[in-house]
């Protein structure tokens, strides 16, 4: 695998360019986008998975927008009310420990007691997103399975060689690979799968199918026992992001454009001239009217009732 | 209730700007408050409402950079499209795709799937060097479901009758990728390209489709036989060429080749 040594953003410079301005923040994000060899080693791991080109590229983008996240939380932990566009004062000296605070929170790997590369990072949380994704979504699952059906040469052959290694009938061998199928969507579904080569993680369930056949509705997986019945967190957790987000796209949609753009452009920190000037406002004045007028508007769609039922989810 | 001077109220607490006791005032004020309380609650779900329009807004800059650095959109990709996580499927695909039991019994199927692939009639077109490249359906594929149109569809296509094959997916109200790939398959060797490339297309524009590299290449295929010198074929043919990784590599290749050798 690649290492960082061929991306040319060290962490502290990614780091203060997310913070400076809106952009600094989007060179050092469109070299990223644009970087051959992360690019590659990233659609590469996707597909492992079983993924698309298209899939690689949106994890890519869910990575990068969770990054500005967190090291702006990390930065400002004491801010009421952050957004993608919060940034140092440009007055204010950034301060190096702060810097290696964030830069230690975030890339460091306790297990390893080493920093990750670029590639590392983004590899370990594209592996993390898609398993989660493939909890919660039927669609991804079944692309998966696809993905495992389709290879019927090298894949089916090996599980099936290793099958009559170990003393196997031909049929018996092909049972384990169908029983294997049956099990799969199953673990993709729970608690098994943390990305990777999916058609591997296929061949291990397949084998220890056969070494726990006496229990071959919960089999375990190599250095994985019982993960299945382990009560997941984070999986909820998700689903309740997605059910807000479900919601706040709803309100949102039933704002016109204009007010949308209204508030997007102040969110991101221009000026009422600029925002006037964009959105289509007489002046300044009337675009800072419009921008109270339209976040009044926002809170009026907001059931909050419903907001509270998906805490509770 | 008004909620105007709530709002401002709210607004200079979240922006720190109140001065010390105005704040102190705010606070108490809120606990006292359920209308304030909720006032202050709506306006941090407002705050995140409005943060996913600069959170879209910032994915709509990843993917145009992305599309810059390629130079095209490639055949993957509809990036303008920001969702990741694929449509739930439709009707009709859960009609035989969605039984994992079936697909367990579809498996042992495939090794046929893979003669077929090499066995298979290649369509006879005027051109049948690009015919020859074509990737045809596998056999997988073609398990019968609970729709009547459909279990009809595939036995006229399973005979060769297109037209009929056509004729049936055509009744099924709702269209997903596989009747799509069926239809743009069943064009084809009607040699009917710029519906089959159609149809391909309509795949490629919906993300998370299990036949998006298939269709791709098919796409390719199919433009290149309306025109050999689509640019957006032959762009999208090298890239394949030049990625190893791509499962359409080695024929891309080759395919790349046997064009040169016609020039």
């Known amino acids: 695998m690649n290492t960082s040594s061929t991306i040319e953003t060290t962490y502290d410079e990614l780091i203060f360019a997310i913070l400076q301005d809106e952009a600094t923040r989007d060179d050092a994000l469109k070299k990223l986008t644009q970087h051959d060899t992360l690019n590659e080693e990233i659609v590469a791991c996707t597909k492992l998975m079983g993924g698309t080109e298209n899939d690689a590229f949106n994890l890519m983008d869910d990575v990068l927008i969770d990054l500005v996240k967190s090291i702006q939380q990390l930065a400002f932990p004491n801010k009421k009310i952050l957004n993608l566009n919060s940034f140092f004062d440009k007055e204010e000296i950034k301060p190096a420990p702060l810097i290696k605070k964030i830069r230690t929170a975030i890339f460091f790997d306790k297990n390893e007691n080493k920093e990750k590369t670029i590639v590392e990072f983004f590899i370990g949380k594209i592996k993390k997103g898609w398993s989660d994704q493939l909890r919660i979504n039927e669609d991804l699952r079944q692309q998966v399975m696809n993905f495992i059906a389709k290879d019927q040469t090298d894949l089916k052959r090996r599980i099936v060689g290793k099958m009559k290694s170990l003393g196997h009938t031909n049929s018996q061998a092909e049972d384990i690979y169908q029983q294997g199928f049956i099990q799969l969507e199953r673990l993709l579904k729970g608690n098994s799968y943390h990305g990777g080569d999916v058609k591997g993680f296929f061949r291990s369930l397949c084998i220890n199918l056969k070494l726990n056949e006496r229990r071959i509705t919960k089999p375990d997986l190599p250095g994985e026992s019982h993960h299945l019945d382990k009560h997941d967190h984070s999986m909820e957790l998700q689903m309740v992001k997605n059910e807000q987000k479900k919601l706040l796209e709803n309100w949102l949609s039933q704002l016109g454009e204009k007010c949308r753009q209204t508030l997007q452009l102040w969110n991101d920190g221009f000026s009422m001239k600029e925002i006037a000037e964009k959105a289509g406002h007489e002046n300044a004045a009337k675009a800072a009217l419009a921008r109270f007028r339209c976040m009044g508007k926002l809170q009026e769609l907001i059931d909050f009732q419903s907001w509270k039922k998906t805490d509770l989810a | ?263």
């Open chain 2, 1 to 263: 209730m008004n909620k105007e001077p709530y709002l401002k109220r709210i607004e200079s607490y979240f922006e720190e700007q109140m001065s010390v006791e105005e704040k102190q005032n705010f606070e108490s004020e809120l606990k006292s408050s359920p209308e304030l309380s909720e006032a202050t609650e709506k306006y941090k779900i407002s705050r995140q409402a409005i943060d996913l329009l600069s959170e879209e807004a910032l994915r709509s800059k990843l993917k145009d950079w992305r599309k810059k650095k390629n130079g095209i959109v490639t055949i993957n990709e509809p990036l303008e499209k920001p969702v990741a996580i694929p449509k739930p499927a439709t009707k009709v695909r859960s009609m035989w795709s969605n039984s994992i039991r079936k697909m367990a019994v579809a498996a042992s199927f495939i090794l046929l799937a893979t003669a077929a692939y090499f066995l298979i009639d290649a369509p006879t077109s005027n051109d049948p060097l690009l015919a020859y490249f074509y990737a045809p359906e596998g056999d997988e594929k073609l398990r019968s479901g609970g729709n009547p149109d459909w279990n009809l569809a595939i036995e006229e296509f399973n005979n060769k009758n297109y037209k009929q094959a056509i004729s049936h997916i055509q009744e099924i109200k709702s269209s997903n990728d596989v009747t799509e790939f069926y239809l743009g398959q069943s064009f084809f060797y009607l040699k009917d390209y710029k519906s089959a490339k159609e149809n391909y297309q309509k795949i490629l524009d919906r993300p998370g489709s299990s036949y998006r590299e298939e269709a791709g290449w098919n796409h390719i295929v199919t433009s290149l036989l309306i025109d050999r010198n689509d640019e957006v074929a032959n762009l999208r043919l090298d890239r394949i060429r030049a990625n190893s990784r791509e499962s359409f590599y080695a024929k891309a290749k080759e395919l790349k080749k046997q064009l040169r050798m016609e020039e």
